[in-house]
């Protein structure tokens, strides 16, 4: 089955960017689409198809995906931006998988 | 505006069935899928299964095979998931999402309801 790791944490000081990877075998063959989660909230997707902004997502979201890896980049962290974020992807052998989650930190 | 809504809370016994309602509106049901994804309390998402609105089509996760069927109604624009058998480790928080017609995980969730709590207790 098909696995996406993802760090548990990561930490940004206030202004500075933020980089969060998902890391699975060859996945910058798949299209990857990353979420932001609040507590108490529904998700929200932030980036589709690796890199691609949804209407009334801030640039300073921004998506890479080659390799074996994924980012999910933040510019400018703002404390707003503290949440989970997950990864997600559809593969032949598992249908969708989502990663497991990083918790961004605002310092 | 574009939103989904679901049914409200519900509490189980194990070996109980649970169906869950999600109403659409502001954009044409049939042209999108709803995928179900549901997250235990402190832990991550889970992707139950996707069930495209224009044709029925479904996709389950092999974990829920058998246990799980999701179905739309057209004329009220709803999406149900129905979850049998229920077993403690299915509490959870449960939700639906606008996905594309075609297949899950293709543009990404774009839509989310807000949520519906399902505890599964004796």
């Known amino acids: 089955s098909y696995e996406l790791t993802q760090p548990l944490s990561v930490s940004v000081a206030l202004g500075q960017t933020a980089r969060i990877t998902c890391g699975g075998n060859?996945?910058?063959?798949?299209?990857v689409h990353w979420y932001q989660q609040k507590p108490g909230q529904a998700p929200v997707l932030v980036i589709y198809r690796d890199s691609n902004r949804p209407s009334g997502i801030p640039e300073r979201f921004s998506g890479s995906n080659s390799g074996n890896t994924a980012t999910l980049t933040i510019s400018r962290a703002q404390a707003g931006d503290e949440a989970d974020y997950y990864c997600q992807v559809w593969d032949s052998s598992t249908n969708v998988v989502f990663g497991g989650g990083t918790k961004l930190t605002v310092l | 505006q574009v939103q989904l809504v679901q049914s409200g809370a519900e509490v189980k016994k194990p070996g109980a069935s649970v169906k869950v309602s999600c109403k659409a509106s502001?954009?044409?049901?049939?042209?999108?899928?709803i995928s179900w994804v549901r997250q235990a309390p402190g832990q991550g998402l889970e992707w139950m299964g996707w069930i495209s609105a224009y044709n029925g089509n479904t996709n389950y996760a092999q974990k829920l095979q058998g246990r799980v069927t999701m179905t739309t109604d057209t004329s009220t624009s709803t999406a149900y998931m129905e979850l049998r058998s229920l077993r403690s480790d299915d509490t959870a928080v449960y939700y639906c999402?606008?996905?594309?017609?075609?297949?899950?995980?293709?543009?990404?969730?774009?839509?989310w309801g807000q949520g519906t709590t399902v505890t599964v207790s004796s």
């Open positions: 999402a606008r996905e594309a017609a075609a297949a899950p995980a293709d543009y990404g969730m774009d839509v």
């Open positions: 060859n996945i910058g063959s798949k299209n």
């Open positions: 502001g954009y044409t049901f049939t042209s999108y899928g």
